[in-house]
Each structure stands twice: as structure tokens, then as C-alpha cells.
């Protein structure tokens, strides 16, 4: 299926772990060039390496940065506009859960995580604006996650900061909208990323392999579809609101969670 992507240049935030680096390898496969970034060099460094064996190097730029520091995502953005000379897309995935109920988060846990939420996409969407208003096919994918809707008692401070960026994603469309540019969301229930992988090494119990202990986490949430999702689920939800595919939806979202959300 053709996409409209061949030539497109996507830059996609934590593009070396998970989710994002699904999304990089189906914007590969589709034709796009594509940007990755994260703040481990290793886990990069792994990351370009699988990339390259599938798709080779010349259309496939992978740096170091943290979206949380300004200074690295203006240089992240300038290599961008020198390799590709501009950018179509922008997917802002990077990011991670926070846990704790209201009586557990204090005042520096509530402020990290308001920080990581909003300036993980107000930093790469400010930089990256002038190309992407350059583009014929501007779009913007938020990814964010079902708390923002349905919060959970053991995610507060998430669950919150996740309801301020899908308002923000709105307004963004809004504002965006005569630019030519569309933003979109994806709400993720439970997906089987890196998080997951790196918290059942620490977490998970002695003799329950990873299969069975995530499937106890399906189980426990009673997910309708029964499972938790993979990254490349969430992946083709991205590719597709990233596309022309979608050309006439902004201020939109898509729900990957297997059902879990209980709303209309
Ligand atoms: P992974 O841990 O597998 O991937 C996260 C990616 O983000 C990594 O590449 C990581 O690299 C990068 N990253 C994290 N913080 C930063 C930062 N400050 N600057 C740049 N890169 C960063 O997790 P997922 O694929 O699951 O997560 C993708 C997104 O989906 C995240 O925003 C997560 O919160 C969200 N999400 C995931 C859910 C799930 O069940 N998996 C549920 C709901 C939301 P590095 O650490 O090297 O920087």
C-alpha cells in the first residue's frame, strides 16, 4: 500500500527504544527518511545498527538528544536541515510513565513530570515549526495514553499531565491548521515496549517467564482484547495519522488499547 511517505522526512523523538522504533522502521518501509533520537548513545547506537540492516544508512539520521534541553533539540533540528533539508513530519513519543497516587507524589516528582509531558512536546514542535510549515504535508503525531481520559488512582501526576497535552494537541490544531500543518494523538492503553522489558527485569518475580507475567498484567486490567499491545501496533496508528492518508483529520485521535476505553 502506498502510503504518500516516499521521500518524506519523519523525525520521530525516542526513536531508539519501543514505539518509536517501530514507528521509524515502518516510516523506513514506506519510503520516508527518518530522524531518531533518545538520550542513551548505546541504546541508539543499537537501534541505528537494526535500522541499517533493514533499510541501510542513507536515509536514516540517529543522534543524541534530549528533548527536555533546548539547546540539544535546536542542534538535533539543525542536523535534520542539513541531512534532509527539512522535515514533514514530527512524532513526539519521546517520554516514560510515572507512578504514584496523590499521597506519594511530591512537589519535584508533580513538576518532572509536568516538565517531561509538556516540554517534551512544546520543545521538538517549537524547533522543528518553520520546516514543517515549509512542508506540503505537515503533520504532527502526539503520542499520549488512555490515563488522559480515564486516570488512574496509582498514575496521578500522569494521568493529568496526559490530560493537559491532548488539550494542548487541540489547540495546537487549531492554531496549526492554516499552516497547512495537522495534529493528531494516539492513545495507548498497555504496549510492550522497552518500559515493560526494563521493568520486569527489575520487577518481575523469580520464575514467571516475561510472556506470563505481562499476561497477568492483561488479565489484571481486564483488556477486552485480551493482551497487551505490540509496539508496531501503535506504530501503524502513528504511520497513518503521519500520512496523507489522513489528510482531512487534525485535532483528532486514535485509541490503541484493546478495547479498554469505557467511554462513547
Ligand atoms: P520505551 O522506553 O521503549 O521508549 C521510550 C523512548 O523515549 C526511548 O527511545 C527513550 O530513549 C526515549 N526518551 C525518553 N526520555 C527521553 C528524553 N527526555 N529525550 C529523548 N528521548 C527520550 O517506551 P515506549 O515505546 O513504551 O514509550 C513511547 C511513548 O509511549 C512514551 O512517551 C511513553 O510514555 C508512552 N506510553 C507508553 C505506554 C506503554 O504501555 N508502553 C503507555 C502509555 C504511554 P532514552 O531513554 O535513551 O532517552
Same mark, same amino acid.
Request: proline fraction near 4%.
Given at each position: 500500500? $502506498? +502510503? ?20 521509524? @522502521? ?9 530522524? %531518531?533520537?533518545? @538520550? ?25 538528544? $534530549?528533548? #527536555? ?17 527539512? =522535515?514533514? /513530519? ?11 497516587? +496523590? *499521597?506519594?507524589?511530591? *512537589? $519535584? ?6 516538565? #517531561? ?10 524547533? +522543528? ?6 512542508? $506540503?504535508?505537515?503533520? %504532527? ?49 498497555? /504496549? ?6 526494563? @521493568? &520486569?527485569? =527489575? ?8 510472556? *506470563? ?7 489484571? @486490567?481486564? /483488556? ?15 504511520? +497513518? ?6 489528510? &482531512?483529520?487534525?485535532?483528532?485521535? /486514535? ?10
Amino acid at each position: 500500500m $502506498d +502510503f504518500g511517505l516516499k521521500g518524506k522526512v519523519a523525525v520521530i523523538t525516542g526513536g531508539s527504544s519501543g514505539i518509536g522504533l517501530e514507528t521509524a @522502521r515502518m516510516m523506513l518501509s514506506a519510503g520516508a527518511r527518518v530522524a %531518531i533520537c533518545g @538520550r542513551s548513545g548505546d541504546r541508539l547506537d543499537e537501534a541505528r545498527r537494526d535500522l541499517e540492516a533493514g533499510f541501510g544508512a542513507a536515509n536514516l539520521l540517529a543522534m543524541t538528544c $534530549d528533548v #527536555l534541553d533546548i539547546d540539544q533539540v535546536g542542534q538535533f533540528r539543525d542536523s535534520v536541515r542539513d541531512l534532509f533539508g527539512g =522535515t514533514d /513530519i514530527l512524532v513526539n513519543n519521546a517520554g516514560r510513565a510515572g507512578r504514584g497516587s +496523590f *499521597d506519594e507524589t511530591s *512537589d $519535584d516528582a508533580w513538576r518532572e513530570e509536568l516538565d #517531561l509531558k509538556f516540554f517534551s512536546i512544546i520543545h521538538p514542535t517549537r524547533a +522543528f515549526l518553520p520546516m514543517l510549515e515549509a512542508s $506540503d504535508a505537515g503533520a %504532527i503525531v502526539c503520542v499520549n495514553a488512555l490515563l488522559s481520559q480515564k486516570p488512574e488512582p496509582h498514575m496521578v501526576a500522569t494521568s493529568a499531565a496526559r490530560a493537559g497535552v491532548l488539550n494542548l494537541a487541540k489547540s495546537l490544531a487549531r492554531e496549526f491548521a492554516p499552516k497547512g500543518i495537522r495534529v493528531n494523538s494516539i492513545l495507548l492503553g498497555l /504496549i510492550e515496549s522497552g518500559q515493560w522489558r526494563r @521493568r &520486569y527485569e =527489575t520487577e518481575g518475580p523469580e520464575g514467571v517467564s516475561r510472556d *506470563d507475567w505481562l499476561a497477568g498484567f492483561a488479565r489484571a @486490567r481486564n /483488556i477486552p482484547l485480551g493482551r497487551m499491545g505490540k509496539p508496531e501496533e501503535p506504530a501503524a496508528a502513528i504511520v +497513518f495519522l503521519a500520512s496523507p492518508l489522513s489528510s &482531512y483529520t487534525t485535532g483528532g485521535l /486514535i485509541d490503541v488499547s484493546g478495547g479498554q476505553a469505557q467511554y462513547v
